[in-house]
């Protein structure tokens, strides 16, 4: 499966965005799928995830109550919705995807075979 990520740019601290996936086969409803981040010189970064079987969704700490993963099967997209941005969350952002991905390795890029290309958030001060 392919994935095509689109959504980023520029906004104010406290700003939102929201960042899409769109997937290029429908067996994605059966994925599941991720959105990590890359901040300069960093490895890539753990944000949320969701289980395709019980639409379950995990978050990074640092993002609780401010981003959501969300998915629509019938249009073969996840989206990150991303409010009360603040600077420290700009970085490169990248979703993921794979039908062989467990709870425990959920957070892990390791257990993803399919990632979109990144699409640049940054939030301004």
């Known amino acids: 499966v392919q994935l095509q990520a689109s959504g980023g740019g520029l906004v104010q601290d406290g700003g939102s965005l929201r960042l899409s996936c769109e997937a290029s086969?429908?067996?994605?409803?059966?994925?599941?799928v991720g959105w990590f981040r890359q901040f300069p010189g960093k490895e890539r970064m753990f944000v949320a995830g969701?289980?395709?079987?019980?639409?379950?969704?995990v978050y990074t700490d640092s993002v609780k109550g401010r981003f959501t993963i969300s998915r629509d099967n019938a249009k073969k997209t996840v989206y990150l919705q991303m409010n009360s941005l603040r600077p420290e969350d700009t970085a490169v952002y990248y979703c993921?995807?794979?039908?062989?991905?467990?709870?425990?390795?959920?957070?892990?890029?390791?257990?993803?075979?399919?990632w979109g290309q990144g699409t640049l958030v940054t939030v301004s001060s």
């Open positions: 993921a995807a794979d039908p062989s991905v467990i709870s425990s390795n959920i957070a892990s890029q390791s257990a993803y075979r399919y």
């Open positions: 086969d429908q067996t994605f409803r059966r994925y599941v």
């Open positions: 969701m289980k395709w079987s019980d639409g379950s969704r």
